[in-house]
């Protein structure tokens, strides 16, 4: 009886200390966007429960759309306890607007309003109504005392939307590895974060769309397809939200110290840094600059690299990408 007791028990031993790892997929909505993961789980189990949990409360913290979220509390200057998800996301937006001279800037949410590309109905825009809603637009107007956000003007709003993709892809990566993962591919709506190897055994491999007119979100036309390996890749670009009124088009990048949408040569800016946030936030900003002011800015940063698509005088796609950004570069 004891003998067959020790072999029930050896052999209960060698399956759990022999379960394969796993590659698995997992996609849903989120964000108002889509996101795609994968993930090789090392006891062999599919992840998806705890990673909706983890989106779910990055959703509650960092959402404009839900009226219960942080964000949405402090916007509407209610007494709230704010997280270290919001705190981690605020802190690190005023250190990029500071870096970027405020072309990247959380308080823009106003004018992004104003102009039909927020979360409240486009308004009837006027230079008056531009000029009167600066005033409550600008970083240096907020800030962050004692675990509280103190405003200058009780109007500023905060839109985390260029940065809490990146900040989110980051904290499922953080996830992931916490639950053993070693090898895993996190998207949120195009901002991705890579480590390790795919299924295949090679660096993970993602696409730069060409910066084609695109409102359906549709076009799958590649300008270069990157090797990504334990880094981070976001880009921003003007040729999916947009509209045309009056014959003119209007781009959803609001320049926030002269409140009107970006008009620039610049069609894409694709960064890539150690975490997503960054990338995602720098991207934003240099969509802002626009081409001469970005390859100005890059100059001193060294913790990023860039792959800019932008138009020539004769309306014709060129690239200009930063010696780092090469090497990952598998064909343009």
Known sequence: MKQSLLFFLLLFLFSCNNTKS????????????YYHIIYESPNGTDLQFEIENELQRLDMSLSTYKEESVLSKVNTNQ???????????FLRSM????QTNGAFDPTVAPLVNAWGFGFKKKENVTPQLIDSIKQFVGYKKIKLSNDQIEKDDKRIMLDFSAIAKGYSVDVIGMLLERLGCENYMVEIGGEVVAKGVNKEGIDWRIGINQPKEDET?????LQAIVGLKNKALATSGNYRNFYYENGKKF???IDP???????HSLLSATVMANDCMTADAFATAFMVMGLKKAQEL???????????????????????????????????
């Open 22 to 33: 796993q590659y698995f997929t997992n996609n849903g909505l989120v964000f108002g966007t």
């Open 95 to 98: 250190q990029i607007a500071e």
């Open 257 to 263: 110290q002269n409140g009107y949408p970006v008009e």
């Open 251 to 253: 781009a959803h990048t």
């Open 217 to 221: 979100n549709t076009s799958t036309a």
């Open 298 to 332: 890059i100059v001193n940063q060294s913790d990023i690299d860039v792959f800019l698509i932008y138009a020539d005088e004769n309306g014709e796609n060129q690239i200009l990408m930063s010696r780092g950004f090469q090497q990952y570069v598998i064909y343009e």
């Open 79 to 89: 007494t709230v306890e704010l997280d270290s998800l919001f705190i981690n996301v």
